[in-house]
């Protein structure tokens, strides 16, 4: 499958290389910046760290 992916690029290998380390690059980026934040939101939403009480003191410890 990959033999095919690499026939399937355009120009000579070191293009070919430049090709793929280009679109690798670009799918890191996506998932790490993208992907991975809107699922750990969506799927894993982390408590509100913040205290609602309504004691003076507790805001004056913050």
Do not use: E, K, N
Request: proline share 11%.
């Amino acid at each position: 499958m990959y033999a095919a992916l690499w026939r399937a690029l355009p120009g000579p290998w070191p293009l070919r290389l430049v090709i793929v380390l280009v679109l690798l690059a670009a799918a890191a980026y996506l998932l790490v910046f993208h992907v991975y934040p809107w699922v750990m939101q969506t799927f894993f939403p982390t408590p509100d760290p913040t205290f609602a009480g309504s004691d003076r003191r507790s805001s004056a410890l913050a």
